[in-house]
């Protein structure tokens, strides 16, 4: 047993206590796994005082009707433990949206599933449908809790790349990688960090891959409201077939400018979802009572949402404006509020370095999508966060037109 040395100090009416002795070791369960870009990223912008483009959350605030509704509620009392399902009202709002836009039919008591965050459900998700040995398709770049979550529960991630510089899916590559040990693929359409989203064409190529090796599917669509230049967002929700064998995952912080409110969701059959369940109630039980309450209340202003596209691609194209006379050159961006920027004609430095380099010297904080690979591909592009006011794209493309 190690021994701990005590020993105390007299501040008048107080003690302070010394404990000295070994620390416990732990072997970590990820040990590949450090910081994340994200906090790397925002703590430099932080420490050089530059423009934060990136780690992907708005500066500017929710609707003021939201947080009144989130205040109202607290005030009535609702602050006690949810149903580890999600707040009833809340449930029945979603599966109406689902209907709505994407004509599906879901059963708010028995497929949707209320959680702390869409991190929180991916989780879930993965947990419930990955078993010891089981491979997983994961299609790179690819945002950064997939794999964790995968090793954590003993799967195995097998990576499929996508083509740059348009970040298309290969599906005859993926149809190559699946094995008799594959059990499931993770899609995330709009895609992060890329801003590609999903055709009708990669719908058919998808649907005969899964129901060809009885796949699951894990689909990451929390960006399912920010899609640009006419295109229709591809649900697994609008494919029944899909819908069948899929977790489909989404988040009101994207949605509503709430990223620290921390409350997503599960849709999934109901056999799906009593699995996913199991899981939820032991992570989190349940996610923020009177902000449950909110959402449900706001969701009947449906324009919010289906006005979202337009929002965010009249700040794309603003951005795109603002850089035009800038060397660094915008790939296509038709969904998510990120734009990928080559920076090749300006650096051939690595892009973690070049995105350190351009928080410090030049004040604008963007993320290296190297970061978003499992060997740290770099393509020398750098991803830029939308979800500004004007005035902050403004003075960061400014900077950035100096370079």
């Given at each position: 047993?190690?021994?701990?040395?005590?020993s105390?100090?007299?501040?008048?009416?107080?003690y302070?206590?010394?404990l000295k002795?070994?620390?416990?070791?732990?072997?970590?369960?990820?040990?590949?796994?450090?910081?994340?870009?994200?906090?790397?990223?925002t703590?430099?912008?932080?420490?050089?005082?530059?423009?934060?483009?990136?780690?992907?959350?708005?500066?500017?605030?929710?609707?003021?009707?939201?947080?009144?509704?989130?205040?109202?509620?607290?005030?009535?009392?609702?602050?006690?433990?949810?149903?580890m399902?999600?707040?009833?009202?809340?449930?029945?709002?979603?599966?109406?949206?689902?209907?709505?836009?994407?004509?599906?039919?879901?059963?708010?008591?028995?497929?949707?599933?209320?959680t702390?965050?869409?991190?929180?459900?991916?989780?879930?998700?993965?947990?419930?449908?990955?078993?010891?040995?089981?491979e997983?398709?994961?299609?790179?770049?690819?945002?950064d809790?997939?794999?964790?979550?995968?090793?954590?529960?003993?799967?195995?991630?097998?990576?499929?790349?996508?083509?740059h510089?348009?970040?298309?899916?290969?599906?005859?590559?993926?149809?190559?990688?699946?094995?008799?040990?594959?059990?499931?693929?993770?899609l995330?359409?709009?895609?992060?960090?890329?801003?590609?989203?999903?055709?009708?064409?990669?719908?058919?190529?998808?649907?005969?891959?899964?129901?060809?090796?009885?796949?699951?599917?894990?689909?990451d669509?929390?960006?399912?409201?920010?899609?640009?230049?006419?295109?229709?967002?591809?649900?697994?929700?609008?494919y029944?077939e899909?819908?069948?064998?899929?977790?489909?995952?989404?988040?009101?912080?994207?949605?509503?400018?709430?990223?620290?409110?921390?409350?997503?969701?599960?849709?999934?059959?109901?056999?799906?979802?009593?699995?996913?369940?199991?899981?939820?109630?032991?992570?989190?039980?349940?996610?923020?009572?009177?902000?449950?309450?909110?959402?449900?209340?706001?969701?009947?202003?449906q324009?919010?949402?289906?006005?979202?596209?337009?929002?965010?691609?009249?700040?794309?194209d603003?951005?795109?404006?603002?850089?035009k006379?800038?060397?660094?050159?915008?790939?296509?961006?038709?969904?998510?509020?990120?734009?990928?920027l080559?920076y090749?004609?300006?650096?051939?430095?690595?892009?973690?370095?070049?995105?350190?380099?351009?928080?410090?010297?030049?004040?604008?904080?963007?993320?290296?999508?190297?970061?978003?690979?499992?060997?740290?591909?770099?393509?020398?592009?750098?991803?830029?966060c939308?979800?500004?006011?004007?005035?902050?794209m403004?003075?960061?493309?400014?900077?950035?037109?100096?370079?």
């Open positions: 047993m190690p021994q701990f040395l005590i105390e100090h007299n501040y008048g009416k107080r302070k206590r010394v002795g070994k620390t416990m070791q732990l072997e970590s369960k990820l040990p590949d796994v450090g910081v994340t870009i994200f906090t790397v990223m703590k430099l912008a932080n420490d050089h005082g530059a423009y934060n483009l990136s780690q992907g959350f708005p500066d500017f605030n929710a609707p003021a009707k939201l947080i009144a509704c989130v205040e109202k509620h607290m005030r009535a009392g609702n602050n006690q433990y949810a149903p399902q999600g707040v009833p009202l809340l449930r029945e709002r979603i599966a109406e949206k689902a209907e709505n836009i994407y004509g599906a039919a879901i059963n708010p008591e028995t497929e949707i599933t209320v702390a965050g869409a991190t929180e459900a991916l989780f879930a998700a993965i947990t419930a449908a990955v078993r010891p040995g089981d997983v398709i994961v299609l790179e770049p690819a945002y809790s997939y794999v964790p979550a995968i090793t954590l529960n003993s799967g195995r991630p097998v990576y499929v790349k996508m083509k510089p348009d970040y298309n899916i290969d599906w005859d590559e993926v149809g190559d990688a699946v094995t008799d040990n594959t059990r499931l693929i993770i995330n359409s709009p895609h992060n960090p890329t801003g590609t989203v999903l055709s009708a064409e990669d719908i058919a190529a998808l649907r005969q891959i899964v129901e060809k090796n009885d796949l699951l599917i894990v689909s669509e929390v960006y399912e409201h920010i899609i640009f230049d006419g295109l229709a967002h591809q649900s697994m929700l609008r029944p899909l819908a069948a064998r899929s977790f489909v995952i989404s988040s009101f912080g994207k949605t509503y400018h709430t990223t620290g409110w921390k409350i997503g969701y599960c849709i999934a059959p109901a056999a799906l979802t009593e699995t996913f369940q199991r899981i939820h109630q032991f992570l989190t039980f349940s996610a923020n009572t009177p902000i449950q309450h909110a959402y449900a209340d706001f969701m009947t202003r324009d919010f949402y289906l006005d979202l596209a337009e929002f965010y691609q009249q700040k794309r603003r951005f795109l404006s603002l850089i006379e800038a060397r660094l050159r915008p790939l296509p961006c038709r969904g998510t509020y990120f734009q990928l080559d090749s004609p300006v650096s051939d430095e690595p892009d973690i370095r070049f995105a350190k380099r351009l928080t410090a010297e030049h004040g604008v904080a963007a993320i290296p999508p190297s970061a978003f690979y499992h060997q740290k591909d770099d393509e020398r592009v750098l991803r830029f939308l979800a500004k006011k004007d005035e902050t403004q003075k960061a493309a400014a900077l950035l037109c100096k370079i």
